[in-house]
């Protein structure tokens, strides 16, 4: 059964910085991407990071020169260091994992409070 385990979500000041860690177990092959996405209150989930078993990685708009994704693929660990947190950043990040010939799975979430 694979689980995606969050964790490194938290409150902190605008302009401090959060690392966000996902771990992934029970899968050993196939993995296509992982990403976080982030969910804020009346809003929809949006993508902020993703990537690609090669190393490749894609940014929204929002957050680029910010955060930055790594993954070290020997753990299957992602990781999101996020600095220059703005207060529009605050949501509940949520890990992804996508899977060639299977459906993405969700991890259960972590918040991210960023105060003015």
């Known amino acids: 059964q694979v689980q995606l385990v969050e964790s490194g979500g938290g409150l902190v000041q605008a302009g401090g910085s959060l690392r966000l860690s996902c771990a992934a177990s029970?899968?050993?092959?196939?993995?296509?991407?992982m990403g976080w996405y982030r969910q804020a209150p009346g809003k929809e989930r949006e993508l902020v990071a993703r990537i690609f078993s090669g190393g490749s990685t894609n940014y929204a708009d929002s957050v680029k020169g910010r955060f930055a994704i790594s993954r070290d693929n020997a753990k299957n660990t992602a990781y999101l260091q996020m600095n220059s947190l703005k207060p529009e950043d605050t949501a509940v990040y949520f890990c992804?994992?996508?899977?060639?010939?299977?459906?993405?799975?969700w991890g259960q979430g972590t918040q991210v409070t960023v105060s003015s």
């Open positions: 992804n994992l996508e899977r060639y010939g299977y459906d993405a799975y």
């Open positions: 029970g899968i050993f092959f196939g993995i296509k991407a």
